[in-house]
């Protein structure tokens, strides 16, 4: 579900379609998405919420995340802004040990800079990607860096299909306020695409919330990084981009890098919700 949204995202934004009404057509189709269908039984559980200030928070860093991205999208093919993001799980790592006060160990460490390794070796300067635009998904990693952050602070703590809604209303609330001074009529493939898209987004974080509740968070984690599969397959089919094989090395050293830095032993004590660094 996530790669064919960001599929659909670079498909809009090729044809020059701006960034701001994308985010905002995304979000508001995620958040009509699960009014529809969450909103006559849960009515007020919806939105309900202990840490209001948190969950804006929250959906303020996922909307950054988005919003970078897609602007990844305008300079990077698919598959090497998909590589370059997920290195977030990898700062993670750094920012549990900072404001969380987990314990960082070697190994992890050593996962950090192996993933920043492989973020170079994608970008390696004056090679095709080493342009402007590769800052967007460092930014976007950064961005996933905290979000992760805050779901931890609030997971056990707070209904996860409520925190969900909540960077949906977010994210509507937030692009909704730009979208004067950014909206642009989209042709009716690109209004299609971009509801589809919001569908698309709804379903996949429903899905992972269904996943977790049949199976622990320590089985799942490695099924994430599938997403750089599935990305790379779409932006071949769709748009022709391939990597090339010192692209490939690089993607797959942060992968390893990615799986590296994860506790094993807390994940498998681990009984709460947690999101994936593919959200966007």
Not at 59 to 67: D, S
Not at 104 to 132: E, K, M, N, S
């Amino acid at each position: 579900m996530f790669s064919s949204m960001d599929a659909c995202a670079k498909w809009v934004v090729r044809q020059g379609y701006p960034v701001g009404p994308l985010v905002w057509a995304r979000y508001a189709s995620h958040l009509a998405f699960m009014a529809v269908l969450l909103g006559p039984r849960l009515k007020l559980d919806l939105v309900r919420t202990r840490r209001p200030a948190l969950q804006a928070l929250r959906g303020l860093l996922l909307l950054g995340c988005t919003g970078f991205f897609y602007l990844a999208l305008q300079h990077l093919p698919l598959a090497e802004a998909t590589a370059i993001n997920f290195v977030g799980p990898v700062l993670v790592t750094l920012l549990s040990g900072w404001l969380l006060h987990e314990r960082v160990t070697p190994r992890q460490w050593i996962a950090v800079l192996t993933g920043f390794a492989g973020v170079v070796v994608i970008v390696r300067p004056g090679g095709q990607v080493f342009t402007p635009g590769a800052v967007f998904p460092l930014a976007v990693a950064l961005c996933f860096s905290g979000y992760q952050v805050a779901t931890r602070k609030l997971a056990g703590r707070e209904n996860p299909v409520a925190s969900l809604f909540w960077t949906a209303m977010v994210g509507t609330g937030v692009t909704s306020l730009l979208l004067p001074w950014t909206w642009q009529a989209p042709t009716p493939a690109q209004a299609a695409v971009m509801i589809g898209m919001g569908m698309m987004g709804a379903t996949g974080h429903w899905s992972l919330i269904r996943a977790v509740e049949h199976a622990s968070p320590t089985a799942l984690a490695p099924f994430v990084y599938t997403q750089l599969l599935w990305s790379t397959g779409l932006a071949w089919l769709a748009f022709g981009d391939f990597p090339d094989h010192v692209t490939l090395v690089g993607m797959a050293v942060i992968v390893i890098a990615g799986l590296a830095a994860i506790d094993w032993r807390r994940m498998r004590r681990a009984t709460d919700v947690t999101d994936d660094p593919g959200v966007h």
